[in-house]
């Protein structure tokens, strides 16, 4: 795409959640320091919580990354499960070998059993669930009962919740109760400041290669950061699309025109004025008429 034309070894703002293009600044880095230190502690529940696009999944992945061999980690991506299906998913990101007809006592036996086995060789068991919000009650309150598993001095097992911020809503309703007093450490992801945009931007296209100038012009970035509310996701949509549009025109420098063309064809982004066409057909055209590049090569159709 435009890599060569920007000097960037590969694309900086796909939303894929890739931990080579890990922040280490603001909430983020709160956030991984939080967990680490939390997990260190050896008990309860800990909870990250954030709104739709602030990094939920790169941040997990980062944890994964930071915990050391002393850790034994299960990763369940999608909890919407019930309680048998959650039993099953643990036992499975344990190593257990079980029968699928296997009895629900005889599974949180084997679960019990290699969960004491991994204590007793020094292992910490850490339950990481994202998209927590998903969680049926009935699993949550599953969830809080193979927490209770436990030796006379430590807890066999801690969780990690993260969710949007309707899991905070859920765990305020009072059959919930007993899961939320087991939460110890919490944290907010928040949304980036018009500075933490700057030194994201900066941080994402360094590690794509970039040593030139800074792509962007003080005039876009504020335009950028009305538009994308400080939303990782939404960023990165919206600089890739206005990284395409320079791209088109020719241009080295992404401003506010380049922005408001990723603006008018993003869905959530705004505001933006409504009377004008689709980035991919003027893209398509950009191309053809500019720099003499078919819009179909790229998959485009005008």
């Not at 920007?6 to 922040?23: K, V």
């Not at 499960?81 to 499975?92: K, Q, S, T």
Request: net charge positive; charged share 20%.
């Amino acid at each position: 795409m435009y890599q060569t034309h920007f000097g960037l070894a590969s694309l900086p703002f796909t939303i894929t959640p890739d931990t080579g293009f890990f922040h280490n600044a603001g909430t983020h880095q709160e956030a991984l320091n939080v967990l680490l230190v939390a997990l260190r502690t050896g008990e309860g529940f800990i909870k990250v919580t954030g709104e739709v696009g602030t990094g939920k999944t790169l941040l997990c992945r980062q944890l994964l990354n930071h915990l050391d061999a002393g850790f034994v980690t299960a990763y369940i991506p999608n909890p919407f499960l019930n309680p048998i299906a959650l039993r099953m998913a643990l036992a499975e990101e344990l190593g257990i070998e079980f029968a699928r007809n296997i009895g629900q006592h005889r599974l949180l036996k084997l679960i019990t059993e290699r969960l004491v086995e991994l204590n007793a060789a020094g292992k910490r068991v850490v339950l990481l669930l994202d998209e927590a919000q998903a969680m049926p009650d009935d699993s949550l309150e599953a969830l809080r009962l193979l927490t209770n598993l436990e030796t006379e001095h430590d807890k066999l097992m801690q969780v990690v919740l993260f969710g949007q911020p309707e899991l905070d809503r859920r765990l305020g309703h009072p059959h919930l109760r007993q899961l939320r007093q087991r939460i110890v450490f919490s944290h907010q992801l928040q949304p980036l400041g018009l500075a933490g945009l700057r030194a994201y931007l900066d941080h994402r296209l360094r590690v794509a290669g970039h040593g030139g100038d800074r792509l962007f012009t003080e005039r876009a970035l504020r335009r950028l950061h009305r538009a994308s509310r400080g939303i990782p996701r939404l960023v990165n949509v919206l600089c890739h699309k206005a990284l395409l549009v320079a791209y088109g025109r020719g241009d080295r420098v992404i401003d506010h025109r380049h922005l408001q063309r990723a603006i008018t064809d993003t869905e959530d982004a705004g505001p933006a004025p409504r009377n004008r066409g689709p980035l991919v057909r003027w893209l398509s055209a950009a191309l053809v008429a500019g720099l003499g590049v078919a819009g179909t090569a790229w998959g485009f159709r005008p």
